[in-house]
C-alpha cells in the first residue's frame, strides 16, 4: 500500500463525507424496526419467522460481504467501493416497500446487508488510512456518535412514515443520499488494499490471531449492550411500574446517552487513561444490575443512561486501538473483522439469550439484565488483554 509523505487534505467537507457514512451503518438492519407490526399485518398469511427476518437478514449478509471487502478493496478505489455500497443501501432499502411478495422483500434486505458490509469498514477505516493517529480518537469517537444518531433519526422516521404505510417505511433509507452527494463529490478514488512489510497480503487467519482480542472484544460489547433493546420493553411491561407509552422515550434517551459517549470519548479515555478498556465493561455491569436490582425510576433511567455511555464510549476505544495497531491498512485488515463480529452479535444475540431462557426462565427475574451483567464480568476480564498503542 501506498505512504504518504503527508496526510491527505483535511477538509471538513471530506471529513462530512466519511463521517456521514457512520449514520447509515449500525442500526441499518433494525431502522424499520418500529414497521414491524404493520407490515406483519400485510403479510399475515406468511410465517412470522420470516417477517422477522426483515430485520435479522440484513446482518448475515454484512457478515459475508466483510469476509470478501479486502478481495473488493485490490479491485476497486474506496471511492468506487464506497459509491456501490450505498447504491446497494439506498437503493435496495427503499425497493424492499415496491413489492407484496415476502421473498422480493428479503432479497432486497439481503442488498441492504451487502451494501453496509462495503460500507461499515470504510466508515472507520477510512479515518485511519487518510488522518494521523493523533486525530483519529477524536474522530472514531465522531463516527460513534454518528451511528448512534442515524439509529435515532431512522428509528423516528421509520415510525412516523409506518403511520401512513408499511411500504413509506421503507423510504427512511433515502438517507443515503446525503452520503451519495458528500461522497460522491469530495473523496478520491484511491485503493487501500493492504500488503505486509515483505509486500505480501494478509491472510484473513493471520489478520485474526494477529487482532483477536479487538475482534473478540467487540462481539461481547455488541452482545451485552443488544440485551437491552432486545428485552427492554418486555421486561418493562412486566415491571409494571413504567407506562407502556414511555418505554420508547426511555429507549431514545438511551440513544442520545450513546451519541454524547461517542463525542466525549477523547475525554473520557483522557480522564481514564490506561484504565478506559475497563470503562465500557464495568458500567454496562452496574447498568444492568441497576435495571434487575432497584429497578423502578431511578433503576430504571440510570441503568439505561450507563448501558448508552458504555455503548458510545466502548466501540470507538475498540476501533480506534485495532486502527491504531494495523495502521493506514486497517480498512482492510481488522475493521472488517470487527465489522463482522459486530453484525454477528446483533444477529445472534436473540438466539443466545432464547438458549438461556429456555434454561433458566422462570427461574431469575430479569434473567436478561443479570445474564448482561455476567457477559460484562466477563468483557471485563477479556478487556484486560487490550494493550494501548
Given at each position: 500500500?501506498?505512504?504518504?509523505?503527508?496526510?491527505?487534505?483535511?477538509?471538513?467537507?471530506?471529513?462530512?463525507?466519511?463521517?456521514?457514512?457512520?449514520?447509515?451503518?449500525?442500526?441499518?438492519?433494525?431502522?424499520?424496526?418500529?414497521?414491524?407490526?404493520?407490515?406483519?399485518?400485510?403479510?399475515?398469511?406468511?410465517?412470522?419467522?420470516?417477517?422477522?427476518?426483515?430485520?435479522?437478514?440484513?446482518?448475515?449478509?454484512?457478515?459475508?460481504?466483510?469476509?470478501?471487502?479486502?478481495?473488493?478493496?485490490?479491485?476497486?478505489?474506496?471511492?468506487?467501493?464506497?459509491?456501490?455500497?450505498?447504491?446497494?443501501?439506498?437503493?435496495?432499502?427503499?425497493?424492499?416497500?415496491?413489492?407484496?411478495?415476502?421473498?422480493?422483500?428479503?432479497?432486497?434486505?439481503?442488498?441492504?446487508?451487502?451494501?453496509?458490509?462495503?460500507?461499515?469498514?470504510?466508515?472507520?477505516?477510512?479515518?485511519?488510512?487518510?488522518?494521523?493517529?493523533?486525530?483519529?480518537?477524536?474522530?472514531?469517537?465522531?463516527?460513534?456518535?454518528?451511528?448512534?444518531?442515524?439509529?435515532?433519526?431512522?428509528?423516528?422516521?421509520?415510525?412516523?412514515?409506518?403511520?401512513?404505510?408499511?411500504?413509506?417505511?421503507?423510504?427512511?433509507?433515502?438517507?443515503?443520499?446525503?452520503?451519495?452527494?458528500?461522497?460522491?463529490?469530495?473523496?478520491?478514488?484511491?485503493?487501500?488494499?493492504?500488503?505486509?512489510?515483505?509486500?505480501?497480503?494478509?491472510?484473513?487467519?493471520?489478520?485474526?490471531?494477529?487482532?483477536?482480542?479487538?475482534?473478540?472484544?467487540?462481539?461481547?460489547?455488541?452482545?451485552?449492550?443488544?440485551?437491552?433493546?432486545?428485552?427492554?420493553?418486555?421486561?418493562?411491561?412486566?415491571?409494571?411500574?413504567?407506562?407502556?407509552?414511555?418505554?420508547?422515550?426511555?429507549?431514545?434517551?438511551?440513544?442520545?446517552?450513546?451519541?454524547?459517549?461517542?463525542l466525549t470519548f477523547v475525554k473520557a479515555r483522557r480522564v481514564c487513561k490506561g484504565k478506559t478498556k475497563y470503562l465500557a465493561p464495568v458500567l454496562f455491569f452496574i447498568g444492568y444490575l441497576l435495571m434487575a436490582l432497584p429497578g423502578g425510576w431511578a433503576g430504571t433511567l440510570t441503568g439505561s443512561a450507563m448501558i448508552g455511555f458504555a455503548n458510545g464510549a466502548g466501540i470507538p476505544f475498540i476501533i480506534s486501538e485495532a486502527s491504531m495497531?494495523?495502521?493506514?491498512?486497517?480498512?482492510?485488515?481488522?475493521?472488517?473483522?470487527?465489522?463482522?463480529?459486530?453484525?454477528?452479535?446483533?444477529?445472534?444475540?436473540?438466539?443466545?439469550?432464547?438458549?438461556?431462557?429456555?434454561?433458566?426462565?422462570?427461574?431469575?427475574?430479569?434473567?436478561?439484565?443479570?445474564?448482561?451483567?455476567?457477559?460484562?464480568?466477563?468483557?471485563?476480564?477479556?478487556?484486560?488483554?487490550?494493550?494501548?498503542?
Open positions: 500500500m501506498k505512504k504518504r509523505e503527508k496526510p491527505f487534505n483535511h477538509k471538513k467537507s471530506f471529513m462530512a463525507g466519511i463521517l456521514s457514512l457512520s449514520l447509515l451503518t449500525i442500526m441499518a438492519g433494525a431502522a424499520v424496526a418500529p414497521a414491524l407490526g404493520v407490515i406483519q399485518a400485510y403479510f399475515s398469511d406468511t410465517n412470522p419467522l420470516f417477517v422477522q427476518m426483515i430485520i435479522s437478514i440484513p446482518a448475515i449478509f454484512i457478515v459475508i460481504t466483510n469476509f470478501i471487502f479486502p478481495k473488493l478493496c485490490r479491485t476497486f478505489g474506496a471511492k468506487t467501493l464506497v459509491m456501490i455500497g450505498l447504491l446497494f443501501y439506498t437503493a435496495g432499502g427503499c425497493a424492499a416497500g415496491l413489492f407484496s411478495n415476502i421473498a422480493l422483500v428479503l432479497v432486497m434486505r439481503a442488498l441492504v446487508g451487502i451494501g453496509v458490509g462495503i460500507i461499515m469498514p470504510l466508515s472507520t477505516g477510512l479515518l485511519a488510512f487518510y488522518f494521523p493517529p493523533r486525530m483519529q480518537g477524536k474522530l472514531m469517537g465522531q463516527s460513534s456518535a454518528m451511528n448512534q444518531m442515524g439509529g435515532v433519526v431512522a428509528t423516528l422516521l421509520s415510525g412516523i412514515l409506518a403511520g401512513f404505510s408499511w411500504r413509506a417505511s421503507f423510504l427512511v433509507y433515502l438517507m443515503g443520499l446525503i452520503s451519495i452527494v458528500l461522497c460522491g463529490i469530495f473523496m478520491p478514488d484511491e485503493k487501500i488494499q493492504q500488503q505486509t512489510e515483505d509486500g505480501e497480503k494478509k491472510k484473513a487467519g493471520r489478520v485474526f490471531r494477529e487482532n483477536y482480542v479487538y475482534v473478540v472484544g467487540m462481539f461481547l460489547l455488541m452482545t451485552i449492550f443488544f440485551i437491552y433493546p432486545s428485552n427492554f420493553a418486555m421486561e418493562t411491561v412486566a415491571d409494571g411500574v413504567i407506562p407502556q407509552q414511555l418505554i420508547a422515550v426511555i429507549m431514545a434517551m438511551m440513544d442520545f446517552v450513546a451519541f454524547i459517549g461517542g495497531k494495523a495502521g493506514k491498512s486497517a480498512a482492510v485488515t481488522v475493521l472488517p473483522l470487527i465489522s463482522a463480529a459486530l453484525y454477528l452479535a446483533q444477529f445472534l444475540c436473540p438466539v443466545i439469550m432464547s438458549a438461556v431462557t429456555a434454561v433458566l426462565g422462570g427461574i431469575v427475574p430479569h434473567l436478561p439484565y443479570y445474564f448482561a451483567a455476567l457477559l460484562a464480568l466477563i468483557f471485563c476480564l477479556w478487556s484486560s488483554q487490550i494493550r494501548h498503542e
